[in-house]
């Protein structure tokens, strides 16, 4: 079993929808939950973290982190076709090294 | 302001031939990692680094090498390429633990091996 598994997609959705995307993970030890974003042929951008259970909200984006169920979830509100990108949940123990999901490429359709 | 810096862009190699992948940063980032990226797999890391002169292995070290002799600095040396080795590899690095700063992440070297 995989530390962390994410939703493979890939996702279509038209312009204004709202984006879920989800992950789970099996390690205890997370500390730190992040999404990172990563545009075709370019490297990962980190987009959002948090490090407690419940939201936070940054405009458009919202994290939502279960730790009792060990679930994490991003939501993009009003989507736009310029958030069409591979979406990377990621997680951290108390060390230096994170674990990656294995990407789910969303297609926002204008 | 460059960021991380990563150098060739792409790169095709023979089975058995060497190479260094070349990773650079200006932002005084003490740690530095080297991920790799396959399809459908999210990204393994290779190696990582907590300063100049510590480097340690990750979950994929296997036939890859660094060394990290400047902050700025953290070379990928792949010895007797293998097909398996054909990916993308990035660099990253970080101020700190990456739970409070992220990592910043290169642009990525796409790697061919034939």
């Known amino acids: 079993q995989k530390e962390v598994e994410q939703d493979p997609g890939p996702l279509s959705v038209p312009e204004g929808a709202i984006v879920s995307l989800n992950c789970t993970y099996s390690n205890s030890a997370f500390q730190y939950f992040m999404w990172y974003r990563q545009y075709s042929r370019k490297g990962p951008e980190l987009l959002m973290y948090t490090y407690s259970s419940g939201n936070k909200e940054d405009g458009r984006f919202t994290a939502q982190v279960d730790k009792s169920s060990k679930y994490i979830s991003l939501f993009i509100r009003d989507s736009q076709p310029s958030d069409s990108a591979t979406y990377l949940c990621?997680?951290?123990?108390?060390?230096?090294?994170?674990?990656f999901g294995a990407g789910t490429t969303v297609t926002v359709r204008a | 302001n460059a960021g991380v810096t990563q150098t060739p862009k792409f790169r095709i190699l023979k089975i058995g031939q060497s190479m260094t992948l070349q990773c650079t940063q200006d932002m005084n980032h003490n740690y530095m990692y080297w991920y790799r990226q396959d399809p459908g797999m999210g990204l393994k890391l290779i190696y990582y680094s907590v300063g100049a002169g510590i480097t340690d292995k990750g979950e994929v070290p296997n036939g890859y090498n660094v060394s990290r002799s400047t902050t700025e600095d953290f070379p990928l040396r792949l010895e007797l390429a293998a097909p398996s080795q054909t990916s993308v590899y990035f660099c990253?690095?970080?101020?700190?633990?990456?739970?409070?700063?992220?990592?910043?992440f290169g642009s990525g070297t796409r790697l061919t091996v034939v």
């Open positions: 990621a997680m951290l123990r108390n060390d230096y090294k994170l674990s």
């Open positions: 990253a690095s970080s101020l700190g633990i990456p739970g409070d700063y992220g990592y910043t």
